[in-house]
T-cell receptor, first 112, second 114 residues
Framework: GENVEQHPSTLSVQEGDSAVIKCTYS??????FPWYKQELGKRPQLIID???NVGEKKDQRIAVTLNKTAKHFSLHITETQPEDSAVYFC???????????WGAGTKLIIKP | IAGITQAPTSQILAAGRRMTLRCTQD?????MYWYRQDLGLGLRLIHY???????GKGEVPDGYSVSRANTDDFPLTLASAVPSQTSVYFC?????????????FGPGTRLTVL
C-alpha cells in the first residue's frame, strides 16, 4: 500500500527566512497531494494542495512543488512569520477510495 | 452553515464504560472519517465511510465501531473504553468524488479514559 514519509520532524527557522518541508510517497498512482496546518489545540486545516498534472502551485507565501518521477513533493513557506508556527502534515491519495495517507507531521518553529 | 461539528468537546470516562462520539456535517459530503491523534503523533484512521450505509476499517479499528445511517451523521462508539483510547478524536468529511479528496475536519473531541 501507499506510504508517505515526511521530513524533518522538527524545523526551526528565523523569522523572515524560508522553510521547506519534504514528503516522499511510494505509490506512483497517487494523484492528489494536500498539505494541512494544525495549530496547537486546533483542527488540521488545508492550506494548499496539488494534483499530479501540475508541477508547482503558489498561494501568496506558500508553494508546493511535485516531482512525479522522484515521487516527492515539498511545501515552501517564504518570509516566515510567527503565525506560521504549527505542525504541518502532508498526505497523498489516488482517489480510488477517497482516503488520504498521511505523513507523520513537521513541527515548524519560527524564532523571533 | 456549521460545516462539521463534534460532540462532546471533551470527556473524562471510566474504563469499561461505553461512549459514543458524535459527528455531524451539513455539507452533503458522501465520505466521512474518524481519526485519532495521540500526543506527538500524526493522524491515524480508525474507520471510514464512503457513502451512507457503508463503512470500512482503517489503520486502528480495534475497540471502535461506527455506523452511517444517513449522509450527515457518523457516530463513533467505544464499547468498553480502555486507557489506551485516551486521545484526541477528529471527525472529517470529503465530497467522496474521485476528483478531489480534500478532507475537512471537525474541532475534535478530547477523550480521557481513567
Amino acid at each position: 500500500g501507499e506510504n508517505v514519509e515526511q521530513h524533518p520532524s522538527t524545523l526551526s527557522v528565523q523569522e523572515g527566512d524560508s522553510a521547506v518541508i519534504k514528503c516522499t510517497y511510494s505509490d506512483s498512482a497517487s494523484n492528489y497531494f494536500p498539505w494541512y496546518k494544525q495549530e496547537l489545540g486546533k483542527r488540521p486545516q488545508l492550506i494548499i494542495d496539488i494534483r499530479s498534472n501540475v508541477g508547482e502551485k503558489k498561494d501568496q507565501r506558500i508553494a508546493v512543488t511535485l516531482n512525479k518521477t522522484a515521487k516527492h513533493f515539498s511545501l515552501h513557506i517564504t518570509e516566515t512569520q510567527p503565525e506560521d508556527s504549527a505542525v504541518y502534515f502532508c498526505a497523498a491519495s489516488k482517489g480510488s477510495n477517497y482516503q488520504l495517507i498521511w505523513g507523520a507531521g513537521t513541527k515548524l518553529i519560527i524564532k523571533p | 452553515i456549521a460545516g462539521i461539528t463534534q460532540a462532546p468537546t471533551s470527556q473524562i470516562l471510566a474504563a469499561g464504560r461505553r461512549m459514543t462520539l458524535r459527528c455531524t456535517q451539513d455539507m452533503r459530503h458522501n465520505a466521512m472519517y474518524w481519526y485519532r491523534q495521540d500526543l506527538g503523533l500524526g493522524l491515524r484512521l480508525i474507520h471510514y465511510s464512503n457513502t451512507a450505509g457503508t463503512t470500512g476499517k482503517g489503520e486502528v479499528p480495534d475497540g471502535y465501531s461506527v455506523s452511517r445511517a444517513n449522509t450527515d451523521d457518523f457516530p463513533l462508539t467505544l464499547a468498553s473504553a480502555v486507557p489506551s483510547q485516551t486521545s484526541v478524536y477528529f471527525c472529517a468529511s470529503s465530497t467522496g468524488s474521485a476528483s478531489t479528496d480534500t478532507q475537512y475536519f471537525g474541532p475534535g473531541t478530547r477523550l480521557t479514559v481513567l
